[in-house]
Structure formats: C-alpha cells, structure tokens
C-alpha cells in the first residue's frame, strides 16, 4: 500500500514536470520567432531549471524502484537493464561526439585553402554524401553578421560524460567490493575506493588545466608534461583498482579531460567570440588559440579512450603481471597512429611514425602471449572428466541456464558450462581465464577454484586437450 502510494506521487510530480518543461519550450519558441532576446535569456534560465528538475526526478524514481527490489529477486535484472540503457545512451552520444570530432578535424586538414577562395575565407570543402553535393565555407575569423542559426557541437560531449559517469556508478560504485576493488592489488573500503575514483577524476582535471595554461608556449614541454600526466594516471590506477575497473578509470579519466574541455573552455571561448562578433569587435584571438590547444588534445585522446572503452573484453592486457605497462604501451601506439592519421590529412607524410606504433602495439602482443609451457607437474595424464568436474563445481554457478548465483541471474557474457560439448568448445576461454589470467572464478575466486584445479587444467591443455 505504502508503496503504491509512493509511486503514484512520483508519477503525479513527474508528469507535471514533464508538461511544464514543455510548456516552456513551448513559449521560449515563440519569442524567439517574435526575435525578443531578452524574454528568450530569461526563460532559457527557467527552462534549464525545469531540466535539471527532470533529471532530479528521474534519478529518484531510478531510486525508489531500487529500494523497493533491493534483495528481492527482481535486484539483479533492474540493474542489468539500467545498465543496458545507460550503457546504449553512452555509446550512442560517445559515437556521435567522437564522429563529430573525427569529421572537424578532417574537414579542417582537407580544406582547399587556395583555390577561388574569397578575401574573408579560411578555405572550402565540396563533398558528396549520401545522394547529395555539399559545399561547405570556413571563415578566417567570423562572418560580418552572426546567423540567426548557428549550430553549436556541444550536448554530445556533455551527454557522453554524464551518462559515462552514471555508468561508472552503476557498475562500479553498486559492485565496489567486487568489481572496483582487488584486495590483492590494495584492500580498501568500498567508500574509499569511490572517493579515490571520484577525486582522481577532479584533480586529474585540475592539474591537466595548469598544464595547459602554463606550458602551451612551448610545444616540446607541453607534450612532455602531458603525457607524464597520462602516465601517471594510468600507472596510478592499476595500483589501488582491480585490472578491468584501472583500465576504465583511464578511460573516464581521459574522457574527463575531453568533456571538461568543450565545457570550460571551448564553449565559452566560442560565446565570448560570438559575442564580439555581434558587437562589431574584433574577436580575442586568445580564444581561438585556447580552444585549438584543446581541441589537439582531444584529438590524441580519441583512440585510446575507445580502446580502454573495449578493454574490458580483452582480460590478456588488463588481466596481465604488469597491466599499467600494457595500458601506457598501447594508449602510445594508439596516440601514434592518430598523429599518423592527422599528418596525412594534411599532406605531409612522415612514413616512420605509422611502422613504429604499430610496432608498439605487436610488441604488447609478444609481451603479453603466454608462456611457453614449462609445466612440470603433469605426472599423470588427466582426462576430460576430471576437467569438466572441476568446471561443473567452481564455474557453474553463474554459467549456467539457471544459475545458483546471488547476482548474477543469467549466463555472464552468455557463457553457460551445462555439458560436456559447451565445456569443451569453450576450452581456450576457460585455459585464458582460470588458468593464465587466473581472473575466474568471479569476484575474487568467489567459488574457491584450488590452485591444483588450476594446473590439472593447464595439464589438460598442454597434453593436448582430448577429450
Ligand atoms: C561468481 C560468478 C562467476 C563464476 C563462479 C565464474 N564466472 Fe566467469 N564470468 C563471470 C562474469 C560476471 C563475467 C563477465 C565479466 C568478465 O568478463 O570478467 C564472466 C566472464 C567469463 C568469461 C569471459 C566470457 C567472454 O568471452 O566474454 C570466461 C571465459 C569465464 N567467465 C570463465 C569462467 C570459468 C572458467 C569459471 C570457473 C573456473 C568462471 N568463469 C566462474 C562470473 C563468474
């Protein structure tokens, strides 16, 4: 009953936030077809307000629909679902951000610049696309009269962050003790752990800041101090969190960076230079410069974010011995490749620079192979039964049709161990995950997998695996 009546007031709050925030876009519309700015100013700030009010309320009825399922059965599949759509929201904004990234920068090294370009032009661009011809202008500083419509690139990046940070909690914070922390690497509080996550985010921003105010008249020191910064975090990282949670830290680290440079210093130095343009005045083209500096490097941070965005399938590079070496190496590689990518759009072609960051990113794949078998113990042939007993008892609990699990209520990832064909067709996941990166059983071998079990396995494997 009580809970009934909760959720019919939440409903009743929600709807009316609903309308009004219509309501007022509504009216925003119209003065602005009537042109009367200043009305528009005002009512955009009570239009902001009725956002945030929207997102408050969504957030709360995210979190009485929590509280009412916590340790009912129903738990884990809200979380799996809120998840997907958080998880669906993030690529979606994070593929049109990085899209619209990758497009400027192109449209920006493939500009004609000096063919029948007018006075007042940077260059121009003619392209097809999609049945069509378009032709596009780029002005040196700003047109003579600020358009009435001017479309702003800046709620793909903001959305991207924000729903990456819902993401982060919903994963990480809500499983700290199993996912974000491995008391191996350092034993800490669930609360620790997320305020550490938490902080590092905020001062890896403030520090990336002064780096970028104080160093960015000399290119040389500017690259250095960047990427010692890059390093640490990553190195940081993979010293108090679990592998996977590490290598998305960097990420959102990275991400971080990207975001809060569109917010504090593209943006507004876009505003101020639109503003001056309205005035007749000259732009500072101490704006320009700033927003340039960013955009550069946004642009080198663009691969490996999306690879550290993958990573998590990948246990042999955050699962290895020395994972903060693998991240640094391939965030490198990756960075190469792009400075590759941008020296070419603009014609030059330095040749050695592709070669040799691909050249990193085999080495990490040399680097992180496994050994070569030197196992030893195998003094008795070990036949499939025994494998698949040992699977059946450690690894079943969550792979599975039905699995027994507190948590995890369906199959992760879909692997399911039920018979003896699904256990050996999926023998080389099982050698990858309980024997080399030994990162199964989940959750900190949540099943108690012996270390014996491990190498009658590994025997297994290396006799040949006959089954
Ligand atoms: C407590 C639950 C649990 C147990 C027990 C468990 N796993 Fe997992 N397993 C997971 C979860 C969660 C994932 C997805 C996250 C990940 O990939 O790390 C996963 C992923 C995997 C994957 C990666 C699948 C893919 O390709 O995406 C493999 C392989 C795997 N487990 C093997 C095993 C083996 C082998 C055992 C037994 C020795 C085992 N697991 C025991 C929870 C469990």
Redesign the pocket.
């Known amino acids: 009953m009580m809970a009934l009546l909760i959720l019919f007031s939440w409903l009743f709050i929600f709807v009316i936030i609903i309308l009004g925030t219509y309501k007022i876009r509504e009216i925003v519309e119209q003065f602005k077809l009537q042109g009367n700015e200043a009305k528009v100013a005002s009512l955009q700030i009570a239009q902001n307000w009725f956002y945030a009010l929207l997102v408050c309320a969504v957030l709360c009825g995210l979190g009485i629909v929590y509280i009412f399922l916590k340790g009912s059965i129903w738990e884990g599949h809200f979380m799996e679902w809120l998840n997907l759509v958080v998880r669906w929201i993030h690529i979606t904004f994070g593929i049109a951000w990085i899209g619209a990234s990758f497009y400027f920068v192109f449209l920006e090294n493939a500009l004609n610049r000096s063919e029948n370009v007018r006075d007042e032009l940077a260059g121009n661009l003619w392209a097809v696309h999609g049945g069509g011809f378009y032709y596009l202008e780029k002005y040196k500083l700003a047109p003579k009269k600020i358009p009435k419509h001017l479309h702003w690139f800046k709620y793909e990046a903001y959305f991207t962050w924000l729903s990456g940070f819902c993401l982060l909690i919903i994963v990480y914070y809500f499983n700290a003790r199993s996912i974000l922390i491995d008391p191996v690497v350092f034993d800490i509080l669930p609360m620790s752990a997320i305020m550490i996550s938490i902080f590092s985010l905020v001062l890896g921003w403030v520090l990336y800041d002064q780096i970028c105010k104080r160093f960015a008249k000399s290119k040389l020191v500017f690259t250095i101090a960047i990427t010692v910064l890059v390093f640490f975090f990553a190195w940081f990282y993979c010293q108090v969190f679990s592998g ?1 949670a590490a290598y998305i830290h960097f990420g959102a680290f990275l991400g971080t960076l990207m975001a809060a440079n569109v917010f504090f210093v593209i943006i507004p130095g876009q505003k101020r230079m639109v503003n001056a343009a309205k005035n007749g005045e000259l732009p500072n083209p101490k704006d320009g410069e700033a927003a340039m500096l960013r955009s550069y490097t946004n642009n080198y941070f663009t691969l490996p974010v999306l690879f550290v965005m993958i990573s ?2 990948f ?1 042999s590079t955050f699962g290895n011995e020395y994972e903060w070496a693998v991240l640094i190496a391939i965030t490198v590689g990756s960075a190469g490749i792009k400075h590759y990518l941008n020296l070419r759009e603009k014609g030059k072609l330095s040749v050695w620079i592709m070669p040799v960051s691909i050249m990193v990113l085999l080495g990490v794949t040399f680097f992180t192979a496994p050994a070569p078998s030197t196992f030893e113990n195998c003094t008795k042939e070990i036949s499939f039964i025994e494998v698949a007993d ?2 059946k008892n ?2 079943t ?3 599975s049709k039905k ?1 027994t ?1 507190a ?2 209520k369906s199959a ?4 399911m ?1 039920d018979t003896p064909e699904q256990i050996y067709n ?1 023998r080389d ?2 050698y ?3 024997v080399l990166s030994k ?5 900190n071998n ?2 108690g ?1 012996l270390l014996e079990e491990r190498d009658m396995i590994n025997c297994w494997m290396n006799q040949g695996a006959i089954k």
């Open positions: 996977r998590n399938h246990p040992i699977i450690r690894c609990a969550c792979h699995p699990d948590v995890w992760p990832n879909g692997i161990y999926l996941k099982i990858q995950r309980a990162n199964m059983p989940f959750n949540q099943t997998m």
